[in-house]
């Protein structure tokens, strides 16, 4: 029978197992086992010593007294040494393996876990608890690391203190700092960048990367103008981004030690003209000899410049957004448009039409 049912205990830590036994013939071999392992065994039937699984190697050792009670030592324990162990034994005689439960072993790790968080401007005031699994935290010396260095006199399973940006922290059980638990970590602030680089185009796919230190989980919130976006993730993507999105754009990390905004960054979308209006002053009837204005205006990043042209002719008539006819004539009668263009894209407007009327003719 074996000494008790169930042992949990901590990762780096040694466990002795033991099982009694009663037998009048002599053994001729003994060996332990885990028939959690048994699809490693080469015949998944006929249990194989884990003293030959390379998962145990120099880890475990058996000790026999007087033949009676078999104790299996396993140092150095991982996560991974969780498992069911067993005993049994061989004679000339008969084979004992008994068909009752083994020792049940679980191997835990230990936690650090953030509570009474106060987030500040520049650092964050929380509660840090040290937790493991297995035995109740009064019946356990603790230490405590800041950045790698040993906090002294901090020797309980809760630690409160000031945390700023950049603080590592991680706790381990006296006399097993080897094996000390996951860091918690306070946040810098994260920065923004654009993926690809240089200018952005109307159209083209763009992301926007949230670049945090954290090491670990985070997350992460978008804002533009201070309104909050929909996406959660490191990664802002625009699959076809629009001119509408231009604007300056931040984000923020957050773990369970603090939240961190980054700097804004502004998004440019350039494009070509369009929108394209044009318009004649007076709007109504132009008389000979009197002044006509025409002007064209779009929507362009960066802004557009303009030509003006007069139908089915190639040379341009004026440069800029208005063009001003003085003493116009009736031989300038026709219709007239405006280029606009930016060294990204062009377009042309509709044609307006100036008809010069003769005074004293209709």
């Not at 929380?126 to 906090?151: D, T």
């Not at 362009?300 to 007069?310: I, K, V």
Request: aromatic share 12%.
């Amino acid at each position: 029978m074996y000494d008790v049912k169930s042992i949990c205990t901590l990762e780096g830590s040694s466990v002795d197992i033991s099982c009694w036994y009663t037998s009048y013939w002599s053994y001729q071999t003994n060996i332990w086992f885990s028939p959690d392992h048994s699809h490693q065994w080469q015949n998944h039937t006929q249990p194989e010593d884990i003293r030959k699984d390379s998962q145990y190697a120099g880890r475990v050792q058996v000790f026999e007294t007087e033949r009676v009670r078999s104790t299996l030592r396993i140092s150095d324990l991982r996560e991974r040494d969780s498992a069911q162990y067993r005993f049994k034994f061989k004679t000339l005689q008969f084979e004992w393996k008994s068909s009752l439960p083994g020792t049940t072993l679980t191997v835990t790790a230990l936690q650090v876990q953030v509570t009474m968080v106060t987030f500040h401007q520049d650092y964050t005031e929380a509660e840090l608890r040290c937790l493991n699994s297995c035995s109740p935290a009064g019946h356990i010396s603790y230490v405590w690391f800041k950045n790698g260095e040993k906090i002294l006199n901090e020797e309980k399973s809760s630690y409160k203190q000031r945390f700023y940006p950049g603080n590592v922290i991680s706790c381990a059980v006296r006399g097993l700092e080897s094996y000390g638990s996951p860091s918690v970590y306070a946040l810098n602030a994260p920065s923004v960048s654009t993926s690809p680089s240089g200018e952005i185009m109307e159209g083209t796919s763009v992301t926007l990367n949230c670049n945090s230190d954290a090491d670990g989980a985070a997350n992460f919130s978008w804002y533009k103008r201070n309104q909050t976006l929909s996406s959660k993730e490191a990664q802002l993507i625009f699959d076809s981004i629009l001119s509408s999105d231009s604007g300056e754009y931040c984000c923020t990390a957050e773990n369970e030690l603090g939240k961190r905004t980054s700097e804004g960054i502004f998004i440019n979308v350039k494009y070509g003209p369009k929108l394209l209006t044009v318009s004649v002053s007076p709007s109504a009837e132009i008389v000979e000899g009197s002044s006509v204005t025409l002007a064209c205006s779009s929507d362009a990043n960066p802004a557009a410049n303009y030509t003006w042209y007069r139908e089915n002719e190639e040379s341009p008539e004026a440069s800029g957004p208005t063009f001003t006819i003085t003493d116009i004539r009736a031989d300038q009668s026709g219709n007239y448009y405006c280029e606009a263009h930016n060294g990204i894209g062009h377009h042309q407007s509709t044609l307006i039409l100036i008809d010069v009327t003769v005074f004293g003719w209709a």
